[in-house]
């Protein structure tokens, strides 16, 4: 979905609906959504976004992100309360923009896609790194340290920093 097209669903009124989706929808997904919640709010535009998550994998339906991520977040200022969910096929008709942490996370996406439309609005979190252009995904800090989380949570912000200002 180009800037146009964006622009044209704000002017109808309409919002722009966006999901983030990583694996399990606890770590890295919960906390884009968080950081996107909080810059269109920061940025007046709030009203004109609905904003959500989901994981490919579903065993983690109904929990809260992981306590790791809660931490890291919050030290951003950031309160995660998301409840995971998985992605279902309903999503692509429902969002506009489907974002994907990773490769794996993009390629199933796209595999999971009715239509090729619906294909066309999975894009991948690297495209949107102005702050890190060496980064080719948002690396899974489950079984990382600290540093994988704060790693994760720089990239995220990068990223959405970056959407946004594509969006608006």
Same mark, same amino acid.
């Given at each position: ?18 999901? $983030?989706? *990583?694996?399990?929808?606890? *770590? =890295?997904?919960?906390? #884009? ?15 004109? $976004? ?16 992981? #306590? ?16 995971? =969910? ?19 996370? +993009?390629?199933?996406?796209? #595999? ?16 949107? $790194? ?6 080719? *995904?948002?690396?899974?800090? +489950? +079984? ?25």
């Amino acid at each position: 979905m180009d800037k146009k097209e964006i622009k044209d669903i704000i002017l109808k009124g309409d919002k722009v609906r966006i999901l $983030f989706v *990583c694996l399990g929808n606890i *770590c =890295r997904s919960p906390a #884009a959504q968080g950081v996107m919640e909080r810059l269109v709010e920061e940025s007046g535009v709030a009203d004109n $976004f609905e904003i959500d998550s989901a994981g490919l994998y579903g065993g983690h339906a109904g929990d809260l992100p992981d #306590a790791r991520m809660r931490a890291h977040a919050r030290r951003r200022g950031l309160n995660l309360t998301h409840r995971s =969910r998985p992605v279902r096929e309903s999503d692509f008709d429902r969002f506009d923009i489907i974002v994907a942490m990773d490769d794996s996370n +993009y390629t199933g996406l796209r #595999a999971m896609a009715p239509t090729p439309e619906d294909e066309r609005k999975v894009v991948k979190m690297a495209d949107f $790194f102005t702050q890190h252009p060496w980064a080719d *995904c948002v690396p899974d800090p +489950y +079984y990382d340290g600290a540093e994988g989380f704060e790693n994760a949570l720089d990239l995220i912000e990068d990223g959405c920093n970056t959407l946004l200002q594509r969006l608006i």
